[in-house]
T-cell receptor, first 115, second 113 residues
């Protein structure tokens, strides 16, 4: 077990709705990254938060947004859900020193289905 | 754009043999490369990290090589066991300021008893 917990584990939404996914980082980790993993694909980087500030973003539209809280837990929000948003959403925490982090500790993910 | 190719979607080997997985990348010069294991319905689990100035790294039955000239990493599991069956992902650091990882699509390894 990595110590990274995500909730909920499964979620079903309909197109156009909004969703919030939550992540609790491993103790002592100050950086959270979010990834989207479609079936049969590798994880795709969405964005990263370091000390409550966004620290980089992948090729995802603005309807994907996030937050990091003072206790380093994090949320991923997706507005105006589309069918293609159906995927496993992974949260990963790490200890970044000077903004540079290395290995990631992943949670088990939230399986989102958009109908 | 960056591209990572892992040698095949699926690899089947006999128990006790050495499994060799390949990761090739283009259009980038990563400072380090990582390998992760992912079981169905779970998040990836970190296995090994190798830096650009290291040729080889070992951890128990695992060995990783990194050839920056060929832009290739090889991941070996010696004396494979059915419990090694999983999807193995290679990942590169992008160093765009976020230090995020760029993952390949993975190779699904099945070790046959």
């Amino acid at each position: 077990e990595t110590g990274v917990t995500q909730s909920p584990t499964h979620l079903i939404k309909t197109r156009g709705q909004q969703v919030t996914l939550r992540c609790s980082s491993q103790s002592g980790h100050n950086t959270v990254s979010w990834y989207q993993q479609a079936l049969g694909q590798g994880p795709q980087f969405i964005f990263q938060y370091y000390r409550e500030e966004e620290n980089g973003r992948g090729n995802f539209p603005p309807r994907f947004s996030g937050l990091q809280f003072p206790n380093y837990s994090s949320e991923l929000n997706v507005n105006a859900l589309e069918l293609d948003d159906s995927a496993l959403y992974l949260c990963a925490s790490s200890l970044a020193l000077g903004g540079s982090n290395e290995k990631l500790f992943f949670g088990s993910g939230t399986q989102l289905s958009v109908l | 754009s960056q591209k990572i190719e892992q040698n095949s979607e699926a690899l089947n080997i006999q128990e006790g043999k050495t499994a060799t997985l390949t990761c090739n990348y283009t259009n980038y010069s990563p400072a380090y490369l990582q390998w992760y294991r992912q079981d169905p319905g779970r998040g990836p689990v970190f296995l090994l990290l190798i830096r650009e100035n290291e040729k080889e790294k070992r951890k128990e039955r695992l060995k990783v090589t990194f050839d920056t000239t060929l832009k290739q990493s090889l991941f070996h599991i010696t004396a494979s066991q059915p419990a090694d069956s999983a999807t193995y992902l290679c990942a590169l650091d992008i160093q765009t300021g976020a230090n995020n990882l760029f993952f390949g699509t993975g190779t699904r390894l099945t070790v046959i008893p």
